[in-house]
């Protein structure tokens, strides 16, 4: 099973910083295989990135195969503190129409972030189900005669298959 390694960003490899910037930041590099190491370097920083240091799976920039994945896939913890360790829900947040409509959900409660996959299930602590079921925006409607109306709708849909009982 792979496990969590940190690494100077100055001393991470090419795939290490393509993998972190894709997976964790969300950055879109496009189809460039061949990107240069200082060019991902410039892209983290300017997606506001600002340690000095990345975490990583282990196994990024490995040549063995992966494991296929299970039927419940765990969302990978980037700093999953003790939000992981207590009370967790079973969710499923659904794929979306439009750019980025499958990349994972990032969720951050309190400085402890994770990526949460789309269309898979996933167990994850209490605070993360909260923080995404109050992630809205706002869409505004104008009706024939000029009035504008707004609503809120869920920004990611997401489905609670169980909650764990109640103390």
């Known amino acids: 099973m792979p496990q969590d390694v940190t690494v100077k960003i100055a001393d991470a490899t090419v795939d290490q910083l393509r993998w972190f910037a894709t997976t964790v930041l969300g950055i879109d590099l496009g189809p460039n295989p061949n990107i240069r190491i200082e060019t991902l370097r410039a ?27 299970t039927a419940e896939t765990p969302a990978h913890a980037v700093d999953p503190g003790s939000y992981q360790r207590g009370p967790k829900a079973t969710i499923m947040i659904d794929r979306q129409e439009g750019p980025g409509g499958d990349r994972a959900v990032f969720v951050a409660v309190n400085g402890k972030s994770m990526l949460i996959p789309r269309a898979q299930t996933c167990e994850v602590g209490l605070p993360y189900v909260e923080v995404l079921a109050h992630a809205t925006q706002t869409l505004y409607d ?12 869920p920004l990611y849909p997401m489905r609670i298959l169980s909650m764990p009982a109640a103390a």
Not at 142 to 153: A, L, P, Y
């Open 43 to 69: 892209k983290i920083a300017s997606a506001g990135y600002q340690r000095d240091d990345i975490t990583v799976l282990d196994s990024v920039g490995a040549t063995a195969p992966v494991a296929a994945a």
């Open 142 to 153: 104008m009706d024939e005669e000029g009035n504008i109306s707004s609503r809120d709708v």
